[in-house]
C-alpha cells in the first residue's frame, strides 16, 4: 500500500489488493476497484488490464483538477460526499482523453510505462 499526498488530498493505492482511494482532509473517500467488465474498455484506452486503467483513472481525475486550479476533482469529491451531479461526464471526457494521449505516448516511445 503507498500513498501520495497531491495538493488537497491522498492518493492510497496497492497493487497487490488492486484497490486505490482518494482521501479528503475531512476523512471520507472515494474508492475504486477494477472490474472484469471494464477489460474491453481498458484494451480500448490502451491499457492490457484494468486495474492499470482504474488506477490511472483515478489518479487524474485528481490531478488533471489540481493542475486546472480546481481545489479537487469534483467528480470523486462528490462520490466521496454522497452527491451527483449532471455534468460529471465533462471531467470524465477530459480524464479518458488524458489517458488516451498518455498511451499513445508510451505507446510512440516517448514515456516508460511503469507497470504493467
Ligand atoms: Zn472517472
Not at 68 to 88: C, Y
Request: glycine share 6%; proline share 3%.
Amino acid at each position: 500500500m503507498e500513498t501520495y499526498k497531491l495538493k488537497n488530498c491522498h492518493f492510497r493505492v496497492s497493487d497487490a489488493d488492486k484497490y486505490c482511494t482518494t482521501i479528503y482532509p475531512d476523512g471520507t473517500q472515494a474508492p475504486a476497484i477494477p472490474m472484469a467488465s471494464q477489460l474491453e474498455f481498458a484494451k480500448e484506452l490502451g491499457y492490457n488490464n484494468a486495474w492499470d486503467m482504474v488506477k490511472f483513472h483515478e489518479l487524474i481525475h485528481t490531478i488533471l483538477c489540481e493542475e486546472k486550479g480546481e481545489p479537487h476533482s469534483r467528480v470523486l469529491w462528490n462520490i466521496a460526499h454522497g452527491k451527483e451531479e449532471d455534468d460529471h461526464w465533462k471531467e470524465e471526457e477530459q480524464v479518458l482523453l488524458c489517458q488516451r494521449v498518455i498511451n499513445r505516448l508510451i505507446e510512440l516511445g516517448f514515456l516508460s510505462q511503469q507497470n504493467g
